[in-house]
Every structure is written in C-alpha cells, then in structure tokens.
C-alpha cells in the first residue's frame, strides 16, 4: 500500500534473516528510549536474541520501553542502563557488564535548529559520543557496531548533519587506528514517519487546533521512510555480510522521490475534513529545500540487500581520527557555540577535501 508521506509502497526486509542473525546474540540499543531505538527494541524482542540491553539517558523514556519488552517477550533478559553515552567511564562500564555481540547506536541529537543553537552540544553528543560507545564496544569485545546516521550527513550544511558526517567519518579512522575485530556500520535515514518532532504528528496537531498549519517554504521536500523500514533498514545492514564492503561504510535505503512538504500539509488538511489555512513561515537555520543521500565526494554500489547502496568516501584522508574527536571536544568545551559551529565545518571541509560548501 502506498503511504500518504511516503508516495510509494513500502520496503519489506527479510524477517526471517533477521531472526537467523540475531538468534541467541546479546544486543544493545542506545539511545533506547527515542522513537527508532524504542522500535528496534520491541522488533529485537521477537528476534529471539539472548539478552536485550536498553541504554539510554532519559529515564521516563527508558522505562516505558523496558516496560514493553517486558510485555512483549516476558522471558527475554533485560538490562536497562540508566547512562549518558557522554560519560565515557560509565559508558565503558555498562558495556563490559554487558557484553554485547551486537551495538545499535542510535543516541543523538536529532533536531536540526537546536543543534545550530547549541554547536557544542551537537558535537558532545553526536560525535564524542560515538566515539565513546565504539571504544567501549570494541573493548567489550562487541562483533558488531551500528551507527544510526542521516540524509543531511550528504552535503551537510547544518550542524546536526556535519557531525553525523563526522560520526561517520570516525568509525574508518577507529579502524585504521585499532583494526577492532569488528563489523563497522552507519545508515543514513530519511525522515522517518511519526517519530518525535517529525512533520506528520505536528501537522496533525496543527489542523487539530484549526490551523495555522505552518510550512516553511511551498518548495520543500524531504525524503521519507516508515519506523518499520528504518528498523528493517538498521537490522538487515548489521545483519547482512556484504562481501564487496570493504571498511567502514555508510548504508542508504532506496527512497523513491523526495516529497513535497506542501503537498503532505493540503492532504493532510483535506483527509481531515477540517478547514485549516496554511501559513508559510520561512527557511530556518540549517535548512535547505532538498536533501540528498550522498554527494560528489563519495561512490555509491549496490550492497547485497535489494534497494540499498553502500557509500565510501573518495578521497583517502576522508577520516575522523580519535585525536580529531579529541581536539573538537576540547573546542566544545571551552568555545562559543559559533566557534563551535565554524571550526566542525572548517575541520570537516579539510578531511573531505571540499573547497566548495553545499548551501541551502
């Protein structure tokens, strides 16, 4: 069936496979308590896998989706882990308590205007953070890591996706540096369907009140996936040995055409049966029109999933070294939020090799 926001029919990924990899693993999910790690839990509860791991910093949030494992799989093990992927030490900890065969990192920081008002907190979270929990992983002896990413990590040009790149970047230079007896992912996403601040559930509570429903500009489009294809998406990358990757790569999902904003906010409105007038409030800090899914700075192949192309940079300094997260921490730290802002770009731009920065 074709999907509303989605304008096409949605991806099935293998079940089965799915079941068959992760049978009797020990799995942990970051960021556990957000709209796609809570979907993976309950997915990895009918996995059949050995012990379930649920790490996250929020703890109402946590414990709703503990609750529902609970009520989902009432002899599954579980762990919840009530920690700061910030905290190395403490992170480190829970990882060896652990001891996971598999690591679905999907803890960050999502929203794109709050991240260019708050550079430092971006880079603390999205990149020292991925930092942290990979060498915990790895230490622990984890066989698997994934990284959860975005589209806006292409050609990024607000602080979110530049430290989504970063992040990324980050797992090839932890090979380079260590050569971890472990499997290195990252999937890129669109936007996904009803998670957390996402424009469905707004526009729904927007004609709810009577409108205004608030558009930024009639030109916008966004490339959209279903909770259940990102959560297929994520469990058949890590799951999947993809004999032509070679590395840390990224992984993107076969989206179809991006679609229009508008068009979702006039649909929306007329299955409604309300009247709600719709109000066009302008381009945001770190927004542009279009999302792509990689840029000129990377080849794309086609994995060994159906539908889903492996990315790996071009240039062979495209790579985040542990002494990179270190210096950009030591700058989030002790700088301004635009120092921050502007040295992640220029740090950023000198590993891509990039002269010319994408622009809204």
Not at 50 to 56: C, M, N, R, S
Request: net charge negative.
């Amino acid at each position: 069936m074709t999907s509303l926001a989605l304008g096409r029919p949605e991806v099935e990924f293998d079940a089965s496979a799915q079941r068959l990899f992760y049978a009797n693993k020990r799995v942990l999910v970051t960021g556990a308590a957000g709209s796609i790690g809570s979907a993976l839990a309950l997915k990895l509860a009918q996995s059949g896998c050995a012990h379930l791991a649920l790490l996250d910093q929020f703890d109402h949030g946590l414990l709703d989706v503990v609750e529902a494992v609970h009520a989902a799989a009432p002899a599954l093990p579980v762990t919840e882990a009530l920690c700061d992927i910030r905290d190395a030490g403490r992170l480190n900890a829970w990882m060896h308590r652990i001891e996971p065969d598999v690591v679905i990192h999907s803890a960050a920081l999502k929203h794109v205007h709050m991240g260019e008002r708050h550079a430092a907190e971006c880079v603390l979270t999205n990149l020292v953070g991925v930092r942290n929990a990979l060498a915990a992983a790895a230490d622990a002896g984890a066989s698997h890591f994934m990284l959860v990413s975005s589209d806006k990590a292409a050609a990024p040009v607000c602080v979110m996706g530049a430290t989504k790149r970063l992040a990324e970047l980050h797992l090839l230079g932890f090979q380079m540096e260590r050569n971890p007896q472990m499997r290195l992912r990252s999937v890129r996403f669109g936007n996904v369907l009803g998670s957390q601040g996402s424009v469905l559930p707004r526009f729904m509570a927007q004609i709810e009140k009577g409108g205004p429903v608030e558009v930024t500009h009639p030109g916008m489009e966004r490339f959209f996936m279903s909770v259940n294809e990102a959560v297929g998406l994520i469990l058949s990358v890590a799951a999947t040995d993809d004999r032509g990757a070679s590395g840390a790569c990224a992984y993107y999902m076969e989206m179809g055409e991006p679609v229009s904003i508008m068009q979702i906010a006039r649909e929306l409105i007329g299955r409604s049966g309300r009247e709600a007038p719709i109000k066009i409030t302008g381009l945001r800090s770190g927004e542009r029109l279009s999302e792509q899914l990689f840029d000129d700075l990377e080849a794309v192949a086609p994995s060994a999933l159906p539908g889903v192309y492996r990315i790996t940079p071009n240039a062979a300094d495209a790579y985040v070294a542990s002494a990179d997260v270190a210096h950009l921490e030591t700058v989030a730290r002790t700088l301004d939020n635009a120092v921050v802002r502007q040295r992640v770009f220029a740090h950023l731009d000198e590993r891509l090799g990039r002269n010319d920065r994408a622009v809204s």
